[in-house]
C-alpha cells in the first residue's frame, strides 16, 4: 500500500517538475511574500507587536487567497486529466486501490505546497528578522501559519480532486475550480460583509456569521491564525469582525476541512466510470 | 484444467442500446484467443467487463477465479488499451517504473522491458516525443510486467508495421507457451495472422461464431472458386463440359461447394488434354470474417 502510494507520488512530483508547477508555485508564495513583508513592516511601533508578527498578518491575508489558488491549480487536472487521455482506463486495472491514487497524488502535491510555502513565508521571516533581530519572538506565529496553510493547502487539494472528478473533462474542472475560488475566497466574505451591514446587529451578526464564518475553510484559517495572534487589530473587514469566535472553534474547522474535502474527493472519484 | 476466464450469458446495455447480449466463452490456461468484430460489436464493452472497469447488467463472469476488478483479479490480469495513452511528460522509463511499482514488481527491471519491445533506445525520452507504434509498445511492455495469467489486449497490432506485428506475435507465443491466456481483439481475420487458438466473431453485442479457422471455414461453407483457363480454341468446349462456368476476363470461372470440390476437379482433370492450367482459390480470409460479422440487413 505504502510502496503504491510512494510510487505514485514520485511520478506525480516528476510531471509537476516538468509542467512547472513546482517553479511557479515556489516564484508565486516568494515574490508576493517579499512584497507584503516590505510593504507590511511599516506601522510596527503603533501596535506595539514585534516586526515578524506584523509580516505574518500581512503574510495570513495573502494565504488566504494565494494558498488556495495554488492549490486548485495543481489539483483540477488530477482526475479530469486521466479521463481526457485516456490512461485511467489502464491505472484502474492496476492492482491499485482508486484511494491509493489519489493519496499518492496529495502526497506530491503537498509537498510541493510545503516547498513552496516554506520558501515563501522563509524569505519574507529571513528579510525581517535581518532587518530587526528582535522580531525572532514572531517564530511561534510564524510556525503556525506555516502549518495551518499545509492545512488549508490539502483542504483546497481535497476540493480539486473532487471537482476533477465531478467535471470529467479538463476545461470543465479548470472552470469550476476558479469558480469556486472566486466563490469561496473574494466573495463568500463580501456577501457576509454586506450582510452583516445590512443586518446592523441583528441575530445574523450575533448568531448565523459566526457559524457562516467557520463553515468556510479559508474563513477558519484567517480567523485562528488573526486570534491565536492577537493580532485582530492590524487587519480589517471579516477578519477584525469576528473576534468574538473562540479559538478553538476555528482549529476545529481547520483541522477537519481537510479530512472532510479528502473525503469527499474519495467519494468523487469512486463514482468516476473509466 | 480450470479455465482463466470464464463468461456465461453476459448481458449488458447503455441507456436504450444493448452493447452485449447473452454473451458466453471461456479461455483456457495457454490458450490465444482472438475477439473479432466490427467497429461497434461489442469488444471494448466486453474487455472492459472483464477488467471489472464497468459492471454488466447480468450474467457470471470468472478471472482467474475471482470477480473481474476484484483486487486479486486484476493483480494477475494484464491491459493493453486500444491507442495506449500516457502522460507525455513522463520518460518511458518513468512510465514503466511506476507500473512495476503499482504490481510489487522490482523497478529494476524497467530497462529489460523496454529493450524487449525494442524501445531501449528511447527510454529516457518524454512519450510526448514518441510515436504512435512506440506508445503501442510502451504499452506491450507495461502488459508484459509480472507474469500475468490473463493478457486482455485491445488491438494490440494496430499502429504497428509488419515486422512488429510479427515480433508482437513471437512474443505472444512465448507468453502462451509459458501459461499465459491471451484475448486480444482485432477488426479483422487477417490482422490476427491466423497466430491464435481460437476465434471469436462478435456482431452487434452477440456472439456469431467461435472455432479454429477450419471450423469457421468449414461453418462458413463459401464456395471455393476455380479459374480454368484452356488452350487455344477448346473454351467452348470446356464450357458444355462444365455446366454453371463463366468466362471472366479471357478465363474461365466456376464456382462449387466444400463438398462438391473433389467431384469437379475431377471433372476438370477428365478434361486435361483442353486445359492449360487450373488455379483453385479457397474463401479469404475476409470472405469467411464478413459471411459471419455480417450484420442484420446489410
Redesign the interface.
Known sequence: MIARILATATTEIHIARRNRWVLIAVLLMVVFSLVLSAAGSAPTGALGADRLSVVVASLTSLSVYLVPLVALLMSFDAVAGEVERGTLPLLLTYPVARWEVLAGKLVAHTAILIVAIVAGYGAAAAVTIAADPAAMSGLGALWRLTWTSVLLGATFLGIGYALSSMARRVSGAAGLAIGLWLGLVVLYDLGLLAAVVADDGGTFTTKIFPSLLLANPADAFRLFNLTAAQATAAVSGVGGAANAIPMWQSLTSVAVWPLLSLLLAALAFRKVEP | MTSTLTISQLTKAFGGTKALTDVSLSVAPGERVALLGHNGAGKSTLM?II????APDSGQISVCGAAPGH?SA??K???L?E?????P??TGL??I???M????EDPSGAMDLLGRVGLAFAAKR?IGTYSKGMRQRV?LA?ALIGHPSLLVLDEPTSGLDPVSRRDFYELLDGLAADGASILLSSHALTEVEARTDRLLILSGGRMVAEGTLSDLRREAALPVAMHVTAHNGYDSDILAALPGAIRVQGALQLNCTQDDKLATLGRITALKGKVADLEVIPPSLEDIYSHFSRRDGQ
Open positions: 472492459k477488467l471489472g472497469l464497468i483486487a486484476r493483480a490480469v494484464a491491459y488499451p491507442n495506449a495513452t500516457f502522460h511528460a513522463l518513468e512510465q517504473t511506476l507500473y511499482r503499482l504490481r510489487n518524454r504499452g507495461q
